[in-house]
């Protein structure tokens, strides 16, 4: 299973853009790259998923540079709400697939 | 997206005894997973529940601490067995068809 490494923690003001980078160097030609988004008490929420370029929603973007060894996940102008813990996994996608196994994670604190 | 939802939400335990978990989603889904979750630390995968056979564990996790059943494909349930406070944590339920999907949890407190 590729391993994803991503920061620990972040800190952000209000309004701003937040990007949280993932590097999944192990990554397979059948993986996708998945962004969760976790509050305390809370059962982890799918933000994005993507396999390569560029994948936007209204929540958030993907960057996923040619090798896919790495991922940024942007949240443009944060606010108070979204401090959360954000996994970045990597697994294959559709059913029948293995359960995605999560990280360490990355706690993001946004301040007003 | 399929909707899951679990019971209890949260139990206090003894020491010794069981705790049975569900979880229910509300449409069909091919696969169901449980992680459990200890206070600021990630997910950890228990296992996969498997439609009409026994489940399949992930190291360092047994069948006679976390039986699990799944009758159909909408529902599964996760024992915690002779609770100690070490059990102490989140039990969340998972589903995917294309995407995976995740439960609002169990919090246990084992005393």
């Known amino acids: 299973l590729a391993k994803t490494t991503q920061p620990i923690s972040m800190d952000s003001y209000e309004g701003q853009e937040v990007n949280i980078t993932c590097s999944h160097n192990?990554?397979?030609?059948?993986?996708?790259i998945t962004w969760y988004q976790q509050f305390p008490s809370q059962g982890p929420r799918f933000i994005i998923q993507g396999y390569k370029t560029k994948v936007t929603n209204e929540v958030a973007s993907l960057f996923i540079p040619a090798d896919r060894k790495s991922s940024t996940l942007s949240l443009p102008r944060v606010s108070l709400s979204d401090t959360a813990v954000y996994y970045c996994?990597?697994?294959?996608?559709?059913?029948?697939?293995?359960?995605?196994?999560f990280g360490s994670g990355t706690r993001l604190q946004v301040q007003p | 997206s399929a909707v899951i939802s679990q019971k209890p939400s949260r139990d206090i335990c003894q020491r010794g005894t069981s705790l049975t978990i569900q979880c229910q989603v509300d449409?069909?889904?091919?696969?169901m997973f449980w992680y459990r979750q200890q206070p600021g630390q990630s997910l950890t995968l228990i296992a996969t529940?498997?439609?009409?056979?026994?489940?399949?564990?992930e190291s360092g996790f047994v069948i006679d601490k976390f039986p699990i059943s799944r009758p159909n494909l909408t529902f599964s349930t996760l024992t915690v067995s002779n609770m100690s406070p070490e059990d102490s944590s989140i039990y969340l339920c998972s589903a995917r068809e294309f995407e995976q999907f995740f439960g609002p949890g169990t919090r246990l407190t084992v005393l």
């Open positions: 529940a498997n439609q009409g056979s026994e489940a399949t564990y």
């Open positions: 449409s069909q889904v091919t696969m």
């Open positions: 192990n990554i397979a030609t059948n993986d996708y």
């Open positions: 996994l990597v697994g294959a996608s559709g059913a029948g697939r293995r359960a995605l196994t």
